[in-house]
């Protein structure tokens, strides 16, 4: 509600730059501890999208999350995008090409808890905190902006 606010009194914003002006978690590296990201543009993710081998049911998880509500998913819904019994699957397979994404993109991951776990998905989106019940991953503006323009999951 906000970003719409914004952008129809003229200010160039996005739902997920605005979730990442109020949202500072605590991270590994003095960048992510400062609460940023570095999340690529748009045109990076374009040219890296573009040779990127991804399976079947990566494809349809990333075509789920792209089309969800706010671009925010849960684990078990993008669980049933793929055809995958239970969220640990889908955890597993978002995460893998997530790694393969992040790494293409020379992307600093977000590590979270006491073991400094590494959340592979966040190159494709950040946890929605503002979200109840099961935890959800909101896909940045930039990835959810280079699919469109990629047209790659246009009906």
């Known amino acids: 509600e906000i ?27 003095k960048t992510m501890e400062q609460g940023t990201f570095n999340t690529p543009t748009a045109s990076k993710y374009i040219e890296t999208l573009r040779d990127l081998d991804m399976t079947d049911a990566q494809r349809a998880m990333l075509g789920a999350h792209y089309k969800a509500h706010n671009r925010s ?16 699957a889908a955890n597993l397979q978002y995460g893998k090409l997530g790694k393969k994404l992040g790494e293409a993109l020379n992307m600093e991951f977000w590590v979270y808890g006491a ?19 099961d935890f959800q991953i909101m896909m940045h503006h930039e990835l959810a902006k280079a699919l469109a323009e990629l047209g790659w999951f246009d009906d």
């Not at 849960?74 to 019994?85: C, H, K, P, S, V």
């Open 115 to 133: 073991e400094d776990t590494i959340f592979y998905s966040s190159a494709m989106g950040m946890g929605n905190q503002y979200a109840s019940g």
């Open 73 to 88: 998913m849960t684990y078990t819904e993008l669980a049933t995008a793929a055809g995958f019994e239970g969220y640990s």
């Open 3 to 29: 970003a719409t606010f914004l952008a129809e009194a003229g200010v160039k914003t996005d739902h997920t730059t605005i979730y990442r002006l109020f949202n500072n978690p605590k991270k590994r590296n």
